[in-house]
């Protein structure tokens, strides 16, 4: 029964990991064409508050033992990627805009992810992989994300 408590509690801080992840964002690079007009560069996505619910999964975890998580991000056309809690020793690495689609890449100290949000005006259905270096072990998991427009962003 320990052992399993201990592999809770990894589970729970790796998924707290993800939203962490999911909130770095230094650097932001979008991909599209500059012979474009602006107005046609745009993702369908409402700016404002978002509400966003995470489910984890992991390779090796029974199904439904880690249950969705939800939390409040403010987007925009300038910043397409959910933020969780506040994560100092991430890097966004690369960032791509394809039509209603971004993805993006970061790294950690301990970890690393690559995600994928596609919008369509007033919600949005994504993923997240991530890969998470635990006493010398790594773990690998897949986060799934539903976000809807809730509304203007908290002042």
């Given amino acids: 029964m320990k052992r399993n408590a201990g592999l809770v509690v990894r589970l729970l801080v790796l998924f707290l990991l993800g939203l962490a992840i999911s909130g770095c964002s230094k650097k932001q690079e979008t991909s599209a064409?500059?012979?474009?007009?602006?107005?046609?560069?745009?993702?369908n996505m409402q700016d404002g508050k978002w509400e966003i619910t995470n489910t984890l999964e992991m390779q090796?975890?029974?199904a439904g033992m880690m249950k969705p998580q939800t939390f409040f991000s403010c987007l925009s056309q300038k910043d397409y990627v959910p933020k969780g809690a506040d994560q100092k020793d991430c890097e966004m690495k690369s960032?791509?805009?394809?039509?209603?689609?971004?993805?993006?890449?970061?790294?950690?100290?301990?970890?690393?992810?690559?995600?994928?949000?596609?919008?369509?005006g007033n919600s949005f259905d994504g993923v997240m992989e991530m890969?998470?270096?635990?006493?010398?072990?790594e773990m690998n998991a897949k986060m799934t994300m539903k976000g809807k427009h809730i509304g203007p962003c908290d002042k």
């Avoid at 064409?33 to 993702?43: G, H, I, R, T």
């Avoid at 960032?95 to 995600?115: F, I, L, P």
Wanted: hydrophobic share 35%.
């Fill in 95 to 120: 960032m791509k805009v394809d039509g209603n689609t971004v993805n993006w890449e970061m790294a950690c100290k301990d970890s690393s992810g690559k995600g994928k949000i596609t919008y369509a």
């Fill in 60 to 62: 090796g975890m029974p």
């Fill in 131 to 137: 890969m998470m270096k635990d006493g010398g072990k």
């Fill in 33 to 43: 064409p500059a012979d474009k007009p602006m107005a046609s560069q745009a993702v």
